[in-house]
């Protein structure tokens, strides 16, 4: 009886102490469980912060580092009109030679953000970097149309290292729940079809590459056409724009100017755009085209007694700031184009493009002539002072050019493996100024271009590009709308003269390497 007394005592004792261990396991449990949910809440709610965030913006882009090696055949010569004829060399420049950069480096940054405004509105922009290693000066020497950095041609020019705005527009689309769509900013007009191919990349512009690389400020009223038609991607689009304005900024406050701005407009049709293939219609006008944009530049001359007429060495690397003085005419750019992908991984395009200028009787006051067109200041033959007269050449004329752009893309070990050509007439004159070549837009150029390409896929998001390119040039001013286009065999020859030097044939060698993020 007594152990039985003594050990139920035992029990009593042990039994709050058993009871606390087991509400101490069950404490933990708990602990545990909420911990756990407190986790899963935490990573819910962190997902949900992130996806409000990138609706907000999200930020895209790629990273391309380059290294060109080239080669120009370059003629200068240069000639000063006096009253007692054309008089070469006037500044002891004439020369002959072969301009070779064994290695050019170039970095580009895209980085590109979109945004959802609301559910049939959204934001798209894009900043650009582009620029030569050791050379952030933001100005060039103005030894050729190319090296002039304006507000269209930035994107494509090395100018510094800073981010410029390539692009930024939003979009509005099914407006009153209809296929119509509008868009207003500063438009995705660059690396249009077919040049997106050579960039490896889905087309990156609206209008035609072969006619339109350029920047520029605008709005797009589209209509979706597929929507009754059920053809995949057929879109009609009206652009509109302004390449440059005449007075706010250019010290008209002080003193009138009769320049106006210049304003663009036109068609672009896509009959068809599929995975498969694509054919498109461009059709635009530019109205009052000016015989120069505002932009910064080193003229290799400058004007020391103030006739405004350039006289000297600009010795001492001024930079001036540069602007339209006059409206030289009218321009209607057309193309056509198209492209097929094969199942088998080939891809093949080819586009036609067509240019008219409808020129006025105005021209450069500073040399440079009018709508393709020379106005050559004259000189008096005894002193040398400017007379006040021009002697001019095709001032006033009208003229036709045209453009081929054939290419294709063939599957190869690693890759890929293109080639391309274009040629383009003498009187050839597109937007083509902000493709990024490093000697000048290859699409723009009045002669023959031929490029073969190999691009190694390092994975879907990266690759390496080998290339080269043969430039061989048949007239002068590639890309340039000023001036009377001569013939470069005439330059060679001393039978004309040219304000720039004269590229007579180029090589460019490159490779590069592209990772997009």
Same mark, same amino acid.
């Given at each position: 009886m007594q152990k039985l007394l003594s050990l139920m005592l035992v029990l009593l004792l042990l039994a709050p102490a058993t009871a606390m261990a087991a509400s101490i396991e069950d404490l933990q449990a708990q602990i545990k469980e909420l911990s756990e949910q407190l986790d899963e809440m935490e990573a819910r709610v962190g997902s949900t912060e992130r996806h409000v965030a990138t609706d907000r913006i999200s930020f895209y882009g790629d990273l391309r580092v380059k290294v060109d090696s080239t080669k120009q055949k370059v003629t200068v010569a240069q000639a000063m009109m006096t009253t007692a004829g054309l008089v070469p060399n006037p500044m002891g420049m004439n020369s002959v030679f072969d301009e070779t950069n064994a290695l050019l480096y170039t970095t580009r940054l895209r980085l590109g953000m979109k945004a959802k405004v609301a559910r049939n509105m959204s934001f798209t922009g894009r900043l650009n970097m582009y620029k030569n290693w050791g050379d952030s000066t933001g100005a060039k020497v103005m030894d050729s149309w190319d090296a002039f950095t304006m507000d269209g041609t930035d994107g494509g020019n090395t100018n510094g290292d800073f981010l410029r705005v390539e692009r930024a527009f939003f979009v509005w689309k099914d407006i009153a729940d209809s296929p119509f769509y509008l868009?207003?900013?500063r438009r995705p007009s660059t690396y249009g079809a077919p040049a997106n191919y050579r960039e490896n990349e889905k087309r990156g512009g609206t209008p035609s590459g072969h006619l339109v690389n350029f920047n520029f400020d605008g709005i797009t009223v589209g209509y979706h056409l597929s929507t009754y038609t059920d053809v995949e991607g057929q879109t009609l689009r009206f652009c509109y724009g302004q390449g440059f304005e005449s007075q706010y900024g250019n010290g008209t406050l002080g003193l009138e100017t009769e320049v106006k701005d210049a304003h663009l407009g036109g068609f672009n049709f896509d009959v068809w755009n599929t995975d498969a293939s694509w054919l498109q219609l461009t059709l635009f006008g530019v109205k009052d085209v000016t015989d120069g944009f505002k932009g910064l530049a080193v003229m290799p001359t400058v004007d020391t007694n103030g006739d405004g007429i350039p006289d000297a060495a600009n010795t001492n690397g001024y930079i001036s700031r540069l602007q339209a003085t006059t409206n030289i005419g009218d321009m209607i750019?057309?193309?056509?184009?198209?492209?097929?992908?094969? $199942?088998?991984?080939? *891809?093949?395009?080819?586009?036609?493009?067509?240019?008219?200028?409808?020129?006025?009787?105005?021209? *450069?006051?500073?040399?440079?002539?009018?709508?393709?067109?020379?106005?050559?200041?004259?000189?008096?033959?005894?002193?040398?002072?400017?007379?006040?007269?021009?002697?001019? *050449?095709?001032?006033?004329?009208?003229? *036709?050019?045209?453009?081929?752009?054939?290419?294709?893309?063939?599957?190869?070990?690693?890759?890929?493996?293109?080639? $391309?050509?274009?040629?383009?007439?003498?009187?050839?004159?597109?937007?083509?100024?902000?493709?990024?070549?490093?000697?000048?837009?290859?699409?723009?150029?009045?002669?023959?271009?031929? $490029?073969?390409?190999?691009?190694?896929?390092?994975?879907?998001?990266?690759?390496?590009?080998?290339?080269?390119?043969?430039?061989?040039?048949?007239?002068?001013?590639?890309?340039?709308?000023?001036?009377?286009?001569?013939?470069?065999?005439?330059?060679?020859?001393?039978?004309?003269?040219?304000?720039?030097?004269?590229?007579?044939?180029?090589?460019?060698?490159?490779?590069?390497?592209?990772?997009?993020?």
């Open positions: 868009s207003v900013g750019l057309a193309g056509v184009g198209g492209g097929v992908s094969l $199942e088998n991984g080939m *891809n093949y395009f080819a586009s036609l493009g067509y240019t008219h200028t409808i020129a006025n009787t105005n021209y *450069n006051s500073m040399g440079f002539g009018g709508l393709l067109s020379d106005a050559a200041p004259i000189f008096n033959a005894g002193t040398g002072a400017f007379t006040g007269n021009y002697a001019t *050449n095709g001032v006033g004329q009208d003229h *036709n050019g045209y453009s081929i752009y054939v290419g294709m893309q063939i599957p190869a070990p690693l890759g890929k493996f293109g080639l $391309e050509y274009n040629y383009g007439s003498k009187f050839w004159i597109p937007f083509t100024q902000a493709q990024d070549d490093i000697l000048g837009s290859k699409l723009a150029t009045r002669g023959h271009v031929g $490029e073969a390409y190999y691009i190694f896929d390092l994975n879907p998001r990266a690759f390496i590009k080998l290339g080269a390119l043969y430039y061989d040039y048949q007239y002068t001013g590639s890309g340039s709308p000023v001036g009377l286009p001569q013939k470069v065999d005439s330059i060679k020859a001393g039978t004309a003269y040219s304000a720039f030097p004269v590229i007579d044939t180029a090589w460019d060698a490159n490779l590069s390497m592209t990772v997009k993020f």
